[in-house]
């Protein structure tokens, strides 16, 4: 069972999705999970959120966010984020780890993730191009939350 959901929420496109599922579920059983979102200050917003929602902003500096979850998260806990690099420091703390496009992390398959990221970040280097992920569409939001909903369940 999930104690706390955390979003690494500065390039999040699922925050509102997230929402939308703990209130489903709590209307479903009851159960009430607490939503936490980090983002630095460049990202800051007047946004209102619901109860569940607590907002922690930070320095602006490199991997602020990363830190600031990685120091606040337990075991039982959720993230959600596109990180491979936090993916895989949260993994080594037993949370579980989901990207937004609906798949989990996991000590088997972030070694590849992280020695991926490298090699495009060696090609970018050498001025070669590498595409970027595609768009992020309905259809992905819906699988998300599909997903998302079925692990909180």
Do not use: C, W
């Not at 495009?120 to 599909?146: I, S, Y």
């Amino acid at each position: 069972m999930v104690n706390k959901i955390f979003i690494d929420a500065d390039s999040s496109p699922v925050i509102e999705e997230t929402i939308e599922v703990i209130q489903d579920l709590f209307l479903e059983t009851q159960q009430q999970i607490k939503l936490v979102l980090i983002k630095d200050y460049a990202h800051y917003t007047n946004a209102d959120y619901p109860e569940f929602v607590a907002t922690y902003y930070v320095d602006t500096g490199h991997d602020s966010a990363d830190y600031k979850i990685t120091a606040m998260t337990k075991e039982h806990d959720l993230v959600i984020t596109g990180d491979y690099g936090l993916a895989s420091l949260l993994l080594n703390k037993s949370v579980e780890v989901l990207h937004h496009n609906g798949t989990f992390y996991s000590i088997d398959t972030i070694d590849l993730l992280l020695q991926t990221r490298h090699d495009h970040l060696q090609l970018r280097k050498a001025k070669k191009r590498v595409r970027g992920p595609k768009k992020f569409t309905h259809h992905d939001r819906e699988n998300f939350k599909r997903i998302l909903k079925k692990h909180l369940s």
